[in-house]
């Protein structure tokens, strides 16, 4: 990976821990995610405004794309809003970010046929795959399967799932405008706002109807607004470092450096409690992450 891609994540990784953050703390509904998405693709929407003419020349193929991918991260962000209000931010957090490390390579290489990675890359990753394995626990003497067979693990494959689901195709996406002769910048920055847009297609339905929330009072708006420019911000980071590698593995794998952000906000700002095997699992982790930084 280039060193300007490996330093957009790692902001992305920041702002990505940030607003986990702020969804714990202030609100795990969905419709606090519908609020977010809605601002920050306003701010945002000035990007896309400065590229539409080359937006709407793209192919059908594109919008099928985009339409898939929104309901990818409704699916993520309905996962996540769930899985924090069953569990702490230091399990839940982790866990979501390092399964689609898994799960993206597999599906990469079911879709493709072929994969570029390296006997590191694979042995980074199923460091944080065993790693994250440790993050439930409180002991290991009282290890029992029962541990993962708790609601927020549910929710948290969900999002996993959706993430890994939402990381392929928008790679596919932003391939696609590349080739229509867009720059990264410019397919990164008009994609976020699209996808934003697509989510919300499928979000406000299911706010309103599948949870019987009510979308007509905004949650706390200050910290909803700083929420929705981070979460456009933080994935606009990621998908400008999608244009320059050649596989979205790389970009899935080195993204979890948040994890380690995300269990030291949730112990030191929410007071989360922290055992052995979590610290253990998350070193074990970081281990991960560095082999497939390399």
Known sequence: MTPAAIGLILVSALLHAGWNLIGKRTAQTVRFYAWAMGLG???????LLRVWPEVT?????????LLASGLCQTLYLTGLAKAYRHGNLNIVYPLARALPVLIVPAVVLITYGQSQLQATDLIGMCLIILGSLALPLVCWR???WRD???????????????TAGY?????AAIQLMKQQGMDAFAAGSSFVVLQAAACLIWMLPL???GFGESLRVVPDFGWTLLAGSF????????????SMVSEVSYVVALRQVSIPLGVLIGVIWLREPVSLPRLQGLVVMVAGLFLVSL
Request: proline share 6%; glycine share 2%.
């Open 142 to 144: 009282e290890w029992h």
């Open 231 to 242: 979460i456009i911000g933080t994935y606009l980071l990621i998908l400008v470092s999608m």
């Open 167 to 171: 990381s392929v195709l928008d790679s």
């Open 57 to 65: 020349a793209l192919p059908s193929a594109f919008w099928w794309l």
């Open 207 to 209: 706010v309103r109807w």
């Open 41 to 47: 693709m306003l701010i945002f929407s000035p990007l």
């Open 148 to 162: 993962y067979r708790t609601p927020a693990i549910a929710w948290v494959l969900l999002a996993a799932c959706a």
